[in-house]
């Protein structure tokens, strides 16, 4: 576990400060919190920004692969990244690798400022809490793959 272990802390780490981010946001956004955000809404956003492309970024450069070759014992050193994740999915390790592309997506998303409105940002930051909550489940779950060998999603 030699990259396994510091992948993960990593990833926890960026998990800690995502649900803080997420606690302080509450429970739903709407176009209100857009439209004149005060530094605290606009600090706490950018917080949960960063946090959500950090975790999803360090579990995909460094944690997933991590996995699939340390605890799995898989030869996927230098493999795609796609086939890292089509492999893990096949292992029962991740759920879907379809649903990755789509983390991947409001990634990317949520790195750019695209003109929208402020319902669209809302409905946005709103869909991105809740694959947050994914992102987050999917981390607790390699960890305990890593500390137990079990391959369950």
């Known amino acids: ?20 981010a997420i606690a302080k946001l509450g429970a739903r956004l709407n176009a209100e919190d857009f439209a004149r955000p005060d530094d605290v809404k ?19 450069r460094k944690l ?8 799995y014992g898989e030869p996927y050193e ?11 999915e096949q292992l029962g ?11 991947r997506t409001m990634r990317n998303h949520l790195g750019h400022d695209y003109p929208e409105t402020d319902v669209q940002k809302a409905e946005n930051l709103n869909l991105a809490v809740a694959m947050a909550q994914e992102l ?17 999603a």
């Open 93 to 103: 390790a991740l759920p879907s690798a379809d649903r990755w592309d789509e983390f």
């Open 78 to 88: 230098d493999a795609p990244f796609r086939d890292v994740i089509d492999r893990l």
């Open 1 to 20: 576990m030699k990259r396994l272990a510091p992948a993960l802390a990593e990833c926890e780490n960026h998990v800690r400060y995502l649900r803080q």
């Open 136 to 152: 987050i489940a999917l981390c607790a779950s390699v960890g305990s793959q890593a500390a137990d060998g079990s391959s369950a």
């Open 64 to 71: 997933l692969r991590a996995l699939l070759v340390e605890r």
């Open 42 to 60: 606009v600090a706490t956003l950018d917080q949960f920004i960063f946090r959500f492309t950090r975790l999803q970024d360090a579990m995909g």
